[in-house]
């Protein structure tokens, strides 16, 4: 399985094998290329990067580190070795060989899939394109473009299955990612969170932090695919994912580290020019609700579907013990039909009796367990997050800051699922459209905090150097220290 990187494109799946794909992917690298200098990193076409590079898949020593110009990056296609005597390992096909073709049946579910994960990829790059140029160290900086050049090479992961399996529609649909643009009102990224503008370093941390932690989960679920390729393909694909969190969750500590010893200069963190706790926790319960909302529906006959057909599982699907899933059920607080109850009690004022102020009406419901499936996988979501809150808290505690962060609860917010159009508070308190409104700024960045934490976003470009709203890492990349010239 050793990487070939004396092809135009690397690859470790014998590409020279199979000339017609060898073609098609080759016919595909300009366009990419154009895309990734029209979309990718500002200005950045010039710079030397220190960045990784794959050179094996096994677990231990896959990376090579030196600097590249980010347009030379080897983006390549690199599966996990085949198992011998593989079988699906869930839903009506269990216990059958798992597939290295495409299931004639199945076919445009698994379309769907596949091109609903490679969409994400580019989207993240075209969110980032500009922070580069205001990032807070050079050591941040250098974090973000190697998050940008795993991202694009996670575009080629999926790009690969979708014309090595798909025929005439992958080749369409590996064109048409290349023209979709996250937020453009025309053509946009298909899921939300890759619409939504990353504007700000802080915003950038959470969506490592949040964002591509649904990608971990996504990931995982797709590893456990009876359609073989794709299973190898994500599971290469979440060894990179671990540095993308990372980024994020050290990102977020090391804010928050420094927000304790600001506090203690002045004990309004933003005269001492931080970011104050409660900014942070506005931040915190966008990027969360939103990245919440990339798990779908509570509900979802999509979900029973895949998990059916065997193409998408569970995360670590073998922790359970019933593969099946056909009997049992899941218990989750729903939304009562008709969806919205009168508001009860307190008085209120004549220009909210003319409309009535009407509110979410909660109950509790078994749905069967298939279904549930999205539900399930985002409770692994959650409990991943939490582990991350609780460590940045014990932060706060060191630091001597009486502040806490806390998850919002998952109703909150959310744009998609059985709680969408509806309010909630961010403690799951149902609210009524007048409540929300009165509130909303205290519970999601205003307009006078975007323009605070913009303020603050002032390059830092000099070797060891660091912006005074953050703290340095502990450690460097690759051994190397903090103070090394990761970008040139
Ligand atoms: N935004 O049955 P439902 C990553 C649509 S991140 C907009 O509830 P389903 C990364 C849905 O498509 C991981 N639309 O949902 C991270 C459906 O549409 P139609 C990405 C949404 O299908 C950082 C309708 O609502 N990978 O890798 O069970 C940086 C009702 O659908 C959203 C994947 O997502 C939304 N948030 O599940 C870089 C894996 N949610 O049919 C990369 C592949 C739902 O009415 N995707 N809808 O037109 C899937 O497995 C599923 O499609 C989803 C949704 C989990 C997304
Ligand atoms: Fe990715
Ligand atoms: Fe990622």
């Known amino acids: 399985m050793a990487i070939n990187y004396s092809e135009k494109i690397p690859n470790n799946v014998d590409l020279s094998g199979n000339k017609t794909l060898q073609r098609a992917l080759e016919h595909w690298q300009p366009g990419f290329l154009n895309w990734w200098s029209e979309m990718g990193p500002d200005e950045s076409s010039n710079i030397d990067v220190y960045l990784r590079t794959a050179i094996s898949v096994e677990t231990d020593g896959w990376a090579h580190f030196d600097y590249v110009k980010m347009p030379d990056y080897r983006w390549g296609i690199f599966l996990t070795p085949p198992e011998a005597d593989k079988k699906i390992g869930f839903g009506d096909n269990m ?22 994960q490679a969409d994400t990829e580019p989207a993240s790059v075209e969110q980032q394109r500009l922070l580069g140029l205001s990032a807070p160290s050079l050591y941040d900086q ?9 991202e694009g090479r996670h575009l080629w992961a999926m790009v690969y299955i979708l014309q090595s399996y798909f025929g005439k529609d992958g080749r369409e649909e590996a064109d048409a990612l290349l023209e979709r643009r996250s937020g453009d009102p025309d053509k946009p990224r298909i899921l939300g969170a890759f619409n939504q503008p990353i504007e700000n370093w802080l915003d950038f941390y959470l969506f490592t932090m949040f964002t591509d932690r649904d990608g971990k989960y996504q990931l995982y679920a797709l590893s456990e695919s009876g359609f073989d390729p794709l299973a190898r393909t994500t599971k290469f694909m979440l060894t990179e994912e671990a540095h993308h969190m990372f980024v994020g969750e050290t990102g ?22 931080g970011i104050d706790i409660p900014t942070l926790q506005k931040y915190l319960n966008l990027w969360f609700s939103l990245s919440e909302d990339l798990f779908g529906g509570e509900i979802s006959s999509n979900a029973a579907d895949f998990f059916a057909a065997g193409l998408k599982g569970r995360y ?4 359970y013990e019933d593969h099946r899933a056909l009997e049992g059920s899941y218990r989750m ?3 009562e039909s008709g969806k919205v109850g009168e508001a009860s009690g307190a008085s209120r004022d004549a220009s909210e009796r003319a409309v009535p102020a009407r509110m979410p009406v909660l109950v509790d419901k078994d749905v069967p367990l298939r279904t549930a499936m999205n539900e399930i996988l985002r409770d692994n979501y959650i409990d991943d997050c939490q582990r991350a809150v609780d460590k940045w808290n014990r932060t706060l505690e060191k630091g001597g800051l009486s ?5 919002p609860h998952r109703r ?18 149902p609210l009524t459209e007048a409540e929300w409104q009165a509130r909303k ?9 975007i323009a605070y934490v913009e303020s603050l976003m002032k390059p830092v470009t000099e070797r060891g150097k660091i912006a005074n709203w953050i703290a340095p890492p502990t450690r460097g990349i690759n051994g190397q220290a903090f103070e090394f010239e990761y970008v040139r």
């Open 95 to 116: 216990g059958q060989p798992v597939w290295n073709e495409v299931p004639g049946e199945f076919r445009n579910m698994l379309r769907r899939i596949i091109v609903t």
């Open 142 to 150: 250098r974090n973000l473009f190697q998050v940008n050049v795993e």
């Open 252 to 273: 977020i500590d090391r804010i928050v580290l420094r927000t304790c010893a600001l506090s203690k200069e002045n004990s309004d963190v933003r005269k001492a020019g």
């Open 316 to 319: 670590k699907e073998s922790q």
């Open 333 to 335: 607080t729903t939304v």
């Open 403 to 407: 502040d806490r962060l806390s998850l």
């Open 412 to 429: 909150f917010h959310r744009k998609q699922g059985i709680y969408s159009g509806l309010h909630f508070a961010p403690d799951g308190k």
């Open 441 to 449: 700024n205290d519970w999601v960045p205003s307009a006078s905090d």
